[in-house]
């Protein structure tokens, strides 16, 4: 079975930074394309990035561009979210998600249990 495990959320003040990390296990991670994705208390599911399975290509949802940074290590199998100049908007719970495909254009097919986190003065 999939294993994604986030971790790196927490409380952090108005413009400041934090930096996620997804660990995957249980399957050939450099094979697929994997994304994040955030839920806020009250609101539906908002995809944020995604990235290739090489790592060579990435995508943002225009509420994270150039705030946001997607990455991944294919040696260490482990998906990276670095957040900045973050606002209580950003407050939710984060996970990770592993496409069916080598490509953003393919489905989801597992989810991690996510990381919370707060923006908040």
């Known amino acids: 079975e999939v294993q994604l495990v986030e971790s790196g959320g927490g409380l952090v003040q108005p413009g400041g930074s934090l930096r996620l990390s997804c660990a995957a296990s249980?399957?050939?991670?450099?094979?697929?394309?994997m994304a994040w994705v955030r839920q806020a208390p009250g609101k539906g599911l908002e995809w944020l990035s995604a990235i290739n399975s090489g790592g060579d290509s990435t995508k943002y949802a225009d509420s994270v561009k150039g705030r946001f940074t997607i990455s991944r290590d294919n040696a260490k199998n482990t998906l990276y979210l670095q957040m900045n100049s973050l606002k209580p908007d950003d407050t939710a719970v984060y996970h990770c998600?592993?496409?069916?495909?080598?490509?953003?254009?393919?489905?989801?097919?597992?989810w991690g249990q996510g990381t919370q986190v707060t923006v908040s003065s």
């Open positions: 998600v592993k496409y069916s495909g080598g490509d953003y254009d393919s489905d989801y097919d597992y």
């Open positions: 249980r399957f050939t991670f450099n094979n697929y394309a």
